[in-house]
């Protein structure tokens, strides 16, 4: 899969990877991992953090990225 630059429109490009603008829709509404970390921390405010629980019940992607980063952060140093 080719990197998304400044110059093209992320919509060209979801298509040229085969992508649908279902799957642009998605990714945007997904959780940046600094958030899930925020989120796992309990930094979120309370409306935030309600946001990100409902998300993670219907995101299979962005529960496996908060299971990974979890799991991460309780390996000793």
Known sequence: MSD???DVD???WFEE???SQ???RQAARCISEFEIVQYS???LGDERTKEVDAHLQSCGECTEM???LS???KKPA
């Open 4 to 6: 998304l630059s400044d």
């Open 10 to 12: 992320p919509i060209t």
């Open 71 to 73: 799991d991460e952060a």
């Open 17 to 19: 990877q085969g992508l």
């Open 22 to 24: 279902e799957d642009l």
């Open 66 to 68: 908060y299971v990974s």
């Open 41 to 43: 921390r309990g930094e």
